[in-house]
């Protein structure tokens, strides 16, 4: 079991989404160190005041994620779906609102890019690139279709999709960019397609996290070591360190919040300022 400091970052008592249902697809991790971008949201999510369905493909790890909050005293359940299929993906949405009656906000945490194979346009299989448009556009662009019906009967919700910093930046992986980039469009679709009926849409486009994902695949793909790596990202950042799980889970945590109530169709970078080295 991953032990969580209280006392870290992504610790506070404000309860800014109190009474809501969170869904949160990606809400387990991958194996490695630290904490992935998924489960730091349905921890802070949970420590706001959320309950929160968490859904991962591997049921062990959306368990791992949901029994975290459960021992701090917050209110979470597992399950399981693959989001390349509509099926398990409605599933899970009609799980949320059969158990706790309404969903109030949906949150998009997956992604696959290195561990599937992906590269340079010329080098990757169509097998490849079917792939990275099913999980990286696809999965996010289902959840939405079957969770905006509830939310429109609804009149309220908030949806926050994650994309990437590749999405607008340089990138060695053609299938993860060209997907995320339309992950971006979509957000700005159905934001202005939806704030009729309340509901507010913003994506956030993280740069070099560290994270277990993204760290642990380059370290074994690569066979560096983790800190070589982390070392090597945190000199590419202005801000000279490379950012955390924490520092995405804050920024949807607000959007997800009544804080951010005149906030919709944005695309936000969380990059430590990287971009402004790469235009």
Not at 46 to 63: F, H, P, W
Request: net charge neutral; with cysteine; charged share 20%.
């Amino acid at each position: 079991m991953t032990s969580i400091d209280k006392n870290a970052a992504g610790w506070t008592r404000s309860k800014r989404v109190e009474g809501k249902v969170a869904v949160v697809f990606g809400g387990g991790q991958s194996a490695g160190e630290g904490i992935g971008n998924g489960r730091a949201a349905c921890i802070r999510f949970a420590r706001e005041g959320a309950r929160v369905l968490v859904v991962n493909r591997g049921i062990d790890s959306a368990e791992e994620t949901a029994q975290i909050i459960r021992d701090e005293g917050g209110e979470a359940f597992a399950f399981t779906a693959d989001v390349t299929r509509e099926d398990e993906i409605i599933a899970a949405l009609v799980e949320a609102v059969r158990r706790w009656g309404s969903l109030d906000i949906l949150h998009n945490n997956v992604g696959v890019s290195l561990a599937a194979g992906d590269g340079e346009l010329v080098e990757i299989s169509a097998d490849v690139l079917d792939h990275q448009y099913r999980v990286n556009f696809r999965g996010i662009a289902l959840a939405c279709k079957h969770a905006l019906p509830i939310m429109r009967q609804q009149r309220s919700g908030a949806i926050v999709n994650i994309s990437s910093a590749a999405a607008v930046g340089l990138s060695p992986f053609a299938g993860y960019k060209a997907a995320k980039a339309a992950v971006n469009a979509l957000t700005e679709q159905l934001a202005l397609e939806n704030a009729k009926y309340g509901i507010r849409i913003n994506a956030i486009m993280p740069g070099l996290i560290a994270t277990p994902m993204a760290v642990g695949t380059r370290s074994r793909n690569w066979n560096r070591s983790a800190a070589d790596l982390i070392a090597e990202r945190s000199a590419k950042v202005p801000l000279g360190k490379a950012g955390t799980s924490w520092d995405i889970a804050n920024l949807a945590l607000f959007l997800a919040s009544d804080e951010a109530s005149f906030i919709t169709g944005e695309c936000i970078l969380v990059d430590g300022g990287r971009i402004l080295n790469r235009i």
